[in-house]
């Protein structure tokens, strides 16, 4: 499994094309990369990119929790299928990425790739990221999720 770390920043051409970072690549190592899964991320408007072995692994745990009688678990995996797409990856890196995806992340032209262990997540470089905290708001949910393990 490929563990991605780290923030890089990329440009997409006018084709919707961006190159994953040599980082990202080398985590990727002797895996034969033919393909990612592309997620649109309803939480923060932002794409989530996923090896297709980690893809499959979350599906698996997701549909675990789904009763395939029920009609309302049928429509909620129906609407979060619509969320991915598959994309080949080029042997240099390359992805291209519809245009969908990149209105739905308003995804211009400079972007951050943003390492998120098992996932790679991407978000507009030139806009300030809702992700972004201060260090002081940081060390506080820190603390929280510190108090959480106590109680």
């Not at 923060?44 to 395939?68: M, S, Y």
């Amino acid at each position: 499994m490929a563990i991605f770390v780290g923030e890089h920043s990329a440009t997409i051409d006018d084709k919707g094309r961006i190159v994953l970072p040599a980082a990202f690549k080398k985590a990727v190592g002797e895996m034969e990369l033919e393909f990612v899964i592309v997620e649109k991320n309803r939480l923060g408007k932002c794409l989530d990119i996923h090896t297709e072995e980690t893809w499959a692994e979350n599906v698996k745990q997701f549909r675990k929790k789904l009763n395939p009688l029920d009609p309302r678990h049928d429509k909620l995996l129906q609407v979060y299928f619509q969320n991915f797409t598959r994309i080949g990856v080029a042997a240099n890196g390359r992805i291209n990425i519809p245009n969908e995806y990149l209105e739905f992340a308003s995804l211009k032209k400079m972007v951050k790739f943003i390492g998120m262990y098992t996932s790679i997540r991407l978000v507009d470089a030139s806009e300030k990221n809702q992700t972004e905290v201060t260090d002081e708001e940081y060390l506080e949910m820190l603390r929280m999720l510190k108090g959480n393990d106590e109680g």
